[in-house]
């Protein structure tokens, strides 16, 4: 069975450009998280969705990042205009349920916005 | 709000060394625990879980960990540690039942072991 995966692995954009990152997840898993880990810093939970339907997106810095996932399947985090504290590392996990399953993650994007 | 401390950033044992790196979590309601581990090049996986029953779980390549509730704490230990197991380890929460199972991280501890 493939597990989450995540492209591209990594990324080097120039500020005020446009990045789209993209998460495929675990087939059959209706949640799909984002998360960001800045250097040295915690990974941060951004957003989550069940199927199609976003279900918490607390974590979402501003209103630069938007995230979609077209017909409850793969995922996709565009961030646009690109500034330097967006540089991380991104990382995409699914799971069957809610808070009492497992969450399975990808090997993350890295993006430097230099 | 939520929050998870691990105590230390970065560890260096020698083979045959054991092992703890502490956990403590702030939360007011029931949480379910986490420990993950990300090893060069490779993505988080989960060494262990806690949801309920015994304190003590018991997870993947001889790790366990404790929940110890009166303390907020769920320290990681493994008697003896080999030199694969340098990696970055992360402590992670979720509230309990919750319709979301977002969670929430300690700041990792990197863990070398010399050969």
């Known amino acids: 069975e493939a597990g989450v995966t995540q492209f591209p692995s990594h990324s080097v954009i120039e500020k005020g450009q446009t990045v789209t990152l993209r998460c495929d997840p675990i087939s059959g898993h209706d949640n799909l998280y984002w998360y960001r880990r800045v250097m040295g810093k915690e990974i941060k939970f951004l957003l989550h969705?069940?199927?199609?339907?976003?279900?918490?997106e607390s974590g979402m810095p501003n209103n630069r990042f938007l995230a979609e996932r077209t017909g409850g399947t793969y995922s996709t985090l565009k961030v646009q205009p690109a500034e330097l504290e967006d540089s991380g590392v991104y990382f995409c996990?699914?799971?069957?349920?809610?808070?009492?399953?497992?969450?399975?993650f990808g090997q993350g994007t890295r993006l430097t916005v230099v | 709000a939520q929050s998870v401390s691990q105590h230390n950033h970065h560890v260096i044992l020698s083979e045959a060394a054991s092992l703890e790196l502490g956990c403590n979590y702030s939360?007011?309601?029931?949480?379910?625990l986490f420990w993950y581990v990300q090893y060069p090049g490779q993505h988080l996986q989960l060494l262990l879980k806690y949801f309920s029953g015994d304190p003590l779980v018991k997870g993947i390549k001889g790790f366990e960990a404790e929940f110890i509730k009166s303390k907020f704490s769920f320290n990681l230990r493994k008697p003896s540690v080999q030199w694969s197991d340098t990696a970055e380890y992360f402590c992670a929460v979720n509230a309990m039942g919750s319709n979301t199972g977002k969670l929430i991280f300690g700041q990792g501890t990197t863990l070398q072991v010399k050969p």
């Open positions: 939360y007011g309601g029931t949480v379910n």
């Open positions: 969705f069940v199927k199609e339907s976003k279900q918490d």
């Open positions: 996990a699914s799971s069957q349920g809610g808070a009492d399953t497992e969450a399975f």
